[in-house]
């Protein structure tokens, strides 16, 4: 599942309360909405309301206000009423968009309301995966990088809200993927294309990885469209700062009265002796 923003005008963008004219999704992009038997109206949360249209069988035929009701998209009101008369977050498509003055006084929230749709703003690469291990528990529960860079989701469950589980590659973060909870792995479909359906925010946009195969063996994937990290700064070597107690070494012809000590200079103990001599040791270094 997807989200489209209402918008004055094609395209995508916030609300204008005065001017509100949304597309509604194409019958293509609203395949993957699940028909919610209990109408739009009963969707509390975000997730619900965007990956689902209305399946209340009793909304099957227009009402006697010509609006209908079964088979729209949902729409969230960013959890606050979405008209007047009512204190659902979430209602269908063409009875709250076309109900104001008909079946209602007013719209309300305006400001930060979404069309579920199945339209997604990432290309899905094409992943093989056939050799990444079926992790039977799902690729949320695992912890470690290498583990959920070898697997895909092994659940027995096909779809949550539109976006696909089972048997997709995991996905590591490196920290909690999206701000819904604190899992660093997630299968791909889930966490790359349900932002703003399934979760506010996919936090590790910027540098998640993906597990796939590369002629049978296991490799992590950096996505196409990923932005690059940034390069290290290359800092030029530290310059040797000569200490301000170090003398210069003296020349050789300063040296060339020293006497040389066959037993070198560290077996010396008189003050005098030390400083007329030199190491006479035959070891270089």
């Known amino acids: 599942a997807g989200v489209l923003l209402l918008a004055a005008a094609a395209g995508t963008g916030t609300v204008a309360a005065s001017s509100w004219v949304p597309d509604r999704p194409s019958d293509t992009d609203m395949t993957c909405l699940a028909y919610r038997k209990g109408g739009c109206g009963s969707m509390k949360t975000m997730d619900s309301c965007l990956g689902s249209r209305d399946g209340n069988t009793s909304n099957h035929k227009d009402n006697a206000d010509g609006l209908h009701s079964y088979g729209e998209p949902c729409v969230w009101c960013g959890g606050a009423a979405c008209r007047t008369g009512s204190p659902n977050v979430c209602e269908p498509y063409d009875f709250l968009v076309h109900g104001k003055g008909v079946a209602f006084d007013d719209t309300v929230a305006l400001s930060s309301v979404k069309v579920a749709c199945c339209k997604k703003q990432l290309p899905e690469p094409k992943l093989d995966v056939e050799c990444l291990v079926w992790n039977r528990l799902g690729c949320g529960r695992i912890e470690d990088k290498k583990t959920c860079l070898t697997s895909r989701d092994g659940r027995d469950l096909s779809t949550i809200n539109g976006f696909k589980i089972g048997g997709q590659p995991c996905v590591w973060c490196g920290a909690a993927c999206t701000d819904s909870g604190p899992e660093m792995c997630q299968p791909f479909d889930w966490v790359v294309h349900g932002q703003g359906v399934a979760f506010k925010t996919f936090i590790a946009a910027d540098h998640y990885r ?76």
């Open 210 to 285: 993906v597990a796939g195969c590369n002629n049978g063996e296991v490799q992590n994937i950096r996505p196409w469209w990923a932005p690059k990290p940034p390069k290290p700064i290359e800092l030029p070597p530290p310059e040797k700062i000569k200490a301000w107690w170090q003398p210069p070494a003296p020349t050789k012809e300063e040296t060339s009265c020293l006497t040389y000590l066959k037993h070198g200079c560290n077996v010396i103990r008189d003050k005098d002796v030390c400083l007329s001599s030199r190491d006479g040791r035959e070891v270089v270094t």
